[in-house]
């Protein structure tokens, strides 16, 4: 089911997906500095003092360490089939706005935020990102060049720059990447549910979809399905709405027209259950995971001079806040849905 044809009366705020990648003093993009071992472990986590730290250093041969957890998910964390992940540059301010903080803050063992670059993922460049969300057990690396990416160590530089890739190469996510939260959100379902749907809230290029594509083709991730929404009508979308602050769209509408548009067979029982989709999800092994690659034009590196007062996150320009609106919203749609123990669990 297409949504194309449903209203997109304002396009002024056009949330398009960032275009430049950041640079600047913490680039997203090497410099062919000698790497700094071991600097980036104080900056791993900043949500919060009793969040348990994230990816713990590489070994020397590269494998990422598993550490056991302070705080462990409360069970009905663990039953839920619903998650979520936020995806934005780490050295942007996205992770600083108040929403994002406070979500991360008040939700210690359920939220965590990983950093990790694009270069361990098999990019050739750098580009450094950060992952907030409720998938709590991903083994992500460390970002580059704090630890250092497999190109930094031998050659000292990254092979290509940001500015030499086109829009499509610089805003689509690693397979690699993709590949190894997926396979967590697999691992952290398995045995319990029947589907994998992910909601990819703002799908830009469509590089998760062509991912689960490919593993779908090669034999793998048979059970998962996407429903790809962007504000902007690609090839790939299969809707197109405005997830803004004052817009009635929401995860959950999105959710409603994935399951209409995979499973028409169960509309009337989703339109019946007595919460709804969320409910009939939880009920009937479904596993959600809503991806929100939000657009980072007003909180990368190189949009800050613009959009924020200077060495803050606070926003300067109605851009800004709209953004910030916009993901304080689906913030609040998550807290009250998916962090919340007495909803939609049995
Ligand atoms: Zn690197």
């Not at 044809?5 to 430049?20: N, Q, V, Y």
């Not at 009905?76 to 934005?88: G, H, K, Q, T, Y």
């Not at 990254?158 to 890739?165: D, G, L, M, T």
């Not at 800004?320 to 123990?341: C, G, K, Q």
Request: aromatic share 8%.
């Amino acid at each position: 089911m297409r949504m194309n044809s449903m209203a997109l009366p304002d396009l002024s705020g056009l949330a398009l997906r960032c275009e430049s990648i950041g640079v600047g003093g913490k680039s997203d993009e090497g410099s062919g500095e000698i790497p700094r071992r071991g600097k980036g472990k104080q900056e791993q986590d900043t949500s919060t003092q009793e969040e348990p730290r994230d990816q713990t250093p590489a070994s020397a041969d590269g494998f990422v360490l598993k550490k056991r957890a302070r705080w462990n998910a409360p069970p009905w964390r663990a039953a839920s089939v619903l998650d979520f992940m936020f995806e934005n540059p780490l050295d942007g301010k996205f992770k600083d706005i108040l929403s994002v903080k406070q979500m991360l803050q008040n939700n210690p063992g359920i939220v965590r935020q990983y950093n990790t670059s694009y270069c361990h993922y098999g990019y050739s460049y750098r580009k450094r990102t950060v992952l907030i969300g409720t998938l709590t057990q991903l083994s992500l690396k460390c970002p580059c060049p704090e630890e250092p990416c497999r190109q930094l160590t031998l050659y000292g530089k990254h092979s290509k720059e940001v500015a030499e890739c086109g829009n499509a190469q610089k805003n689509s996510l690693p397979p690699l990447l993709i590949d190894a939260m997926v396979d967590g959100w697999i691992s952290r379902h398995a045995g319990r549910v029947e589907r994998f749907l992910l909601v990819d809230v703002f799908s830009g290029w469509g590089s998760i979809e062509r991912r689960v594509a490919e593993k779908k083709a090669s034999g793998q991730w048979q059970k998962v399905f996407t429903f790809a929404n962007d504000i902007v009508n690609r090839s790939h979308t299969q809707s197109n709405l405005d997830m803004s602050a004052n817009t009635p769209w929401n995860p959950g509408a999105l959710l409603v027209f994935a399951l209409n548009a995979l499973w028409p067979e169960h509309n009337a029982h989703v339109t019946e259950h007595p919460r709804g989709a969320l409910g009939w999800v939880q009920d009937n092994g479904v596993a959600v995971l809503f991806h929100c690659s939000t657009p980072c034009q007003t909180y990368s590196t190189n949009a800050l001079a613009t959009h924020r007062v200077a060495g803050t996150a606070d926003p300067k320009t109605p851009q800004a806040e709209h953004d910030d609106a916009m993901n304080a919203s689906l913030i609040d749609y998550f807290t009250r849905n998916v962090l919340h123990p007495t909803k939609h669990t049995k």
